[in-house]
Each structure stands twice: as C-alpha cells, then as structure tokens.
Nanobody
Framework: QVQLVESGGGLVQAGGSLRLSCAAS????????MGWFRQAPGKEREFVAV????????LYADSVKGRFTISRDNARNTVYLQMGSLKPEDTAIYYC???????????????WGQGTQVSISS
C-alpha cells in the first residue's frame, strides 16, 4: 500500500508561484507513476501532470504546460508540483495519486491523497 499526504497549498495572487509536495509512505513508492489532479467546485476532477516511476518522463495537461513542473525524489518518497504564472482558473483542490503506470485517467490510479487547497486571487 501507498499512503499519500499533500501539502503546500494556500492563497496566492495571480502571477505568483507555489510548490506542492506529496509525501508518500510505503516501500513500493519507487515503482509507481505519480500524478497530480485538481478539482474545482462544480467541476470534474481533471488531470494536471504525471511523472513515471523513475522520473524519466513527464506529461502535462495543455492548460498547465509551460507553467507547471512535476518532479519526484524517490529517495525521499516525495513528488512535487511547482506551479508558476498562476491564474485564477488554477483555483482548485489539488490531489496527488499513484498508479502502476503513467496515465491521464483518474480511474486508473490506485491511491489518492486527501488534497490541498490552492486559491488564486485576481
């Protein structure tokens, strides 16, 4: 099993930056692809970014490409989401999740964190 805990959320002005962290427990962390998803009120959960188990490949949603960077440190069992040039439409609860293979489909992720709130003011 993998247990995930997000942190780093908060309130930031548009144009600012924020880094989210996801701390994982479990000895199999390094075998999982890790993804970030977000969900705004009244909207479906949407894919944000994913990184392969070894950190060698990443994929981003078009809405965040060029602004967000996903990374991981397997030695520390942690995955990060560095967010820059933030926009009000980035406001959402952000979740990290673990999957056996890199995918954009939320339904295929095995483990989820509780989420952290990110609010961007204009």
């Amino acid at each position: 099993q993998v247990q995930l805990v997000e942190s780093g959320g908060g309130l930031v002005q548009a144009g600012g930056s924020l880094r989210l962290s996801c701390a994982a427990s479990g000895r199999t962390f390094s075998s999982y692809a890790m993804g970030w998803f977000r969900q705004a009120p009244g909207k479906e959960r949407e894919f944000v970014a994913v990184i392969t188990s070894g950190g060698g490949s990443t994929l981003y949603a078009d809405s965040v490409k060029g602004r967000f960077t996903i990374s991981r440190d397997n030695a520390r069992n942690t995955v990060y989401l560095q967010m820059g040039s933030l926009k009000p439409e980035d406001t959402a609860i952000y979740y990290c999740a673990a999957s056996r293979a890199a995918t954009v489909l939320a339904s295929l992720y095995n483990y989820w964190g509780q989420g952290t709130q990110v609010s961007i003011s204009s």
